[in-house]
């Protein structure tokens, strides 16, 4: 299989523990700040030494703990894309992507250059040095240089925090093109859900140094295993739970029974649902009688240009605190049709839209 | 008039500084990627040329040197001697430079973002083609004006000089040497003549390695098309 990683390091106040196999196409690492994402990249980057496991990339082996091999970085062939892109500054745009075609004859590294040069978008830049270009230009320069030495796996560390949002999202089309390509591995670090799902179809969610939740990226979504994963991919409302039957449990903090689609096959310590994924129902008599069917009060709201976040509170309205039990999230909208009701107004939690989730 | 002490004292401080400037980057190369108690150690050694009266590296590099020392005695075999020759001004001012040398480029070397010289690893760069490429290139403000003080520090050694070379004049006797010599021999005009020249030199260095580092833009070379 193309990049196996197993990979034990001790860190300040956890341990990186994890062990996957990356096929040849892109995969997100998702986690928060602070999980050891970085510090795994450099790990099969070369650029520090897990303390035991075992790093083999199409069966060549980069590190191996227990027959003590540990190939220096610039042996390794794994084309690494820095945060703040390390764009010699000294060198022009044509003088980083050559960097490393050393080895080759001089007239195939220029041809090869001017090739990475033209894909990558930087024909008429070449003679500029870094700190002439912008954030998007030198991670494109980043990019033709990284991949101008044929690398046999890819590494990206969070390529698009350092970018503004309408740069970001040419950038996301560059990476895709580039993706699209390369047909080997490319490990993504991210702390942004939505990169990792535009960027990728697999995902591998990490915290404190360990393996969360690995998968296809819509399965993860769907059925994240813990709170942990819910909450990194985006998932706001969480209750502690308490199997009552089967097919339904007892949302402790939220103060109701919610019925579910499927039987528990674990009893869960919480239920979960997505913002997006709450619905607001006619009050005629038949909606609101119906399953997981639950009065409600608006607390406060917030807006974006086309989104409404509403802070809901469940069963009776304010009684002078400020807690509330739901965030729900609707374009305006929708919400246009419900913002002039009499209170109380009705949400549904679907049974299809509930997460039972692990500690 | 003899003007052989300023040719004797450029030659001997640019061979000098030469060497300083190859062994001082070697020494501070290799010492930057090392940690441990023994730096420390070592980083006193290095640095003791600077703190030392010029006269105890002198007398220091005469026991190692001289006829009976552990070096002198191996050259003598090849009929080799280095006191009391120009060679020996060279090594006096070579060892009393060395530490503004080290201690410059150390500190050059470790501002150079650590990003940089991984990437170059990352993209298939031996060591010596990283420090080469990479450590070098972005330090050299730093060790250029290293360069300069080393010089300027080997073109005023004195101490060190006397003790090991000796004032053998149009062979040992530089600048400061023959300053010396003319106010003991109560020849002023001589001494002050050497003095002038002796300021000339270093005030035109300092300016020098101020507008390198004020004018060019506070120590920082900025790479961009002219």
């Given at each position: 299989?193309?990049?196996?990683?197993?990979?034990?390091?001790?860190?300040?106040?956890?341990?990186?523990?994890?062990?996957?196999?990356?096929?040849?196409?892109?995969?997100?690492?998702?986690?928060?700040?602070?999980?050891?994402?970085?510090?795994?990249?450099?790990?099969?980057?070369?650029?520090?030494?897990?303390?035991?496991?075992?790093?083999?990339?199409?069966?060549?082996?980069?590190?191996?703990?227990?027959?003590?091999?540990?190939?220096?970085?610039?042996?390794?062939?794994?084309?690494?894309?820095?945060?703040?892109?390390?764009?010699?500054?000294?060198?022009?745009?044509?003088?980083?992507?050559?960097?490393?075609?050393?080895?080759?004859?001089?007239?195939?590294?220029?041809?090869?250059?001017?090739?990475?040069?033209?894909?990558?978008?930087?024909?008429?830049?070449?003679?500029?040095?870094?700190?002439?270009?912008?954030?998007?230009?030198?991670?494109?320069?980043?990019?033709?240089?990284?991949?101008?030495?044929?690398?046999?796996?890819?590494?990206?560390?969070?390529?698009?925090?350092?970018?503004?949002?309408?740069?970001?999202?040419?950038?996301?089309?560059?990476?895709?093109?580039?993706?699209?390509?390369?047909?080997?591995?490319?490990?993504?670090?991210?702390?942004?859900?939505?990169?990792?799902?535009?960027?990728?179809?697999?995902?591998?969610?990490?915290?404190?140094?360990?393996?969360?939740?690995?998968?296809?990226?819509?399965?993860?979504?769907?059925?994240?295993?813990?709170?942990?994963?819910?909450?990194?991919?985006?998932?706001?409302?969480?209750?502690?739970?308490?199997?009552?039957?089967?097919?339904?449990?007892?949302?402790?903090?939220?103060?109701?029974?919610?019925?579910?689609?499927?039987?528990?096959?674990?009893?869960?310590?919480?239920?979960?649902?997505?913002?997006?994924?709450?619905?607001?129902?006619?009050?005629?008599?038949?909606?609101?009688s119906g399953e997981n069917i639950f009065p409600c009060w608006l607390m406060r709201s917030s807006e974006t240009p086309f989104r409404i976040t509403l802070y809901l509170r469940l069963h009776q309205p304010a009684d002078g605190s400020d807690e509330f039990h739901l965030q729900a999230e609707l374009f305006k909208e929708k919400w246009a049709r419900f913002r002039k009701r009499p209170y109380p107004l009705h949400v549904r939690l679907s049974p299809d839209a509930l997460m039972l989730l692990q500690e | 008039m003899d003007w052989s002490p300023l040719w004797i004292s450029l030659a001997t401080s640019l061979t000098a500084t030469a060497i300083t400037l190859i062994a001082g980057l070697a020494a501070a190369a290799w010492r930057e990627r090392r940690t441990g108690p023994m730096m420390a150690l070592v980083d006193g050694i290095f640095l003791l040329p600077l703190v030392l009266p010029p006269t105890v590296v002198g007398f220091l590099l005469l026991l190692l040197l001289g006829r009976n020392g552990p070096v002198g005695k191996l050259l003598l075999r090849f009929g080799a001697t280095v006191v009391f020759s120009w060679p020996a001004t060279v090594i006096a001012a070579a060892v009393v430079a060395f530490p503004l040398m080290y201690l410059t480029a150390r500190a050059a070397l470790e501002q150079v973002d650590p990003h940089y010289l991984q990437a170059a690893r990352t993209l298939g760069a031996s060591e010596w083609h990283v420090f080469r490429e990479v450590a070098l290139p972005l330090a050299w403000p730093g060790v250029l004006a290293g360069t300069i003080l080393s010089f300027a520090r080997a073109l005023g050694e004195f101490g060190a000089t006397l003790l090991l070379a000796g004032n053998i004049p149009g062979k040992t006797e530089t600048i400061p040497i023959a300053i010396y010599f003319a106010v003991e021999a109560n020849d002023l005009q001589r001494a002050a003549i050497w003095c002038a020249v002796d300021i000339g030199l270093s005030l035109a260095l300092l300016a020098g390695l101020y507008h390198w580092t004020h004018v060019q833009g506070a120590g920082r070379v900025q790479w961009s098309r002219r």
């Open positions: 299989m193309p990049l196996e990683i197993q990979v034990e390091k001790e860190l300040a106040d956890f341990a990186l523990d994890v062990s996957f196999t990356a096929a040849n196409e892109p995969l997100s690492i998702l986690g928060p700040s602070g999980a050891g994402k970085t510090m795994l990249l450099r790990c099969v980057a070369g650029l520090e030494q897990p303390d035991r496991g075992r790093i083999a990339l199409d069966g060549r082996v980069l590190y191996d703990s227990e027959r003590g091999i540990c190939l220096p970085a610039r042996q390794r062939r794994v084309g690494m894309l820095f945060q703040n892109y390390a764009l010699f500054p000294h060198r022009t745009v044509a003088e980083n992507v050559a960097f490393g075609l050393r080895p080759l004859p001089a007239a195939d590294a220029a041809a090869r250059v001017w090739t990475f040069i033209e894909r990558t978008h930087l024909a008429g830049l070449e003679q500029r040095y870094p700190r002439e270009l912008s954030g998007g230009e030198q991670q494109r320069v980043a990019l033709a240089r990284a991949l101008a030495i044929d690398p046999e796996a890819l590494l990206l560390d969070e390529p698009l925090s350092a970018l503004d949002t309408h740069l970001r999202s040419q950038m996301e089309t560059q990476l895709l093109l580039t993706f699209a390509a390369y047909r080997r591995p490319a490990l993504l670090v991210t702390h942004n859900i939505e990169e990792a799902y535009r960027l990728s179809s697999h995902m591998l969610v990490l915290s404190r140094g360990r393996i969360a939740a690995t998968g296809a990226k819509e399965e993860i979504l769907r059925h994240p295993p813990t709170v942990e994963v819910a909450r990194l991919t985006g998932c706001k409302n969480f209750s502690r739970a308490k199997a009552v039957s089967e097919n339904a449990v007892e949302a402790i903090d939220w103060g109701c029974r919610l019925q579910l689609a499927r039987s528990i096959s674990e009893p869960p310590a919480y239920v979960g649902i997505r913002a997006h994924a709450i619905e607001f129902v006619e009050p005629s008599a038949a909606d609101i | -």
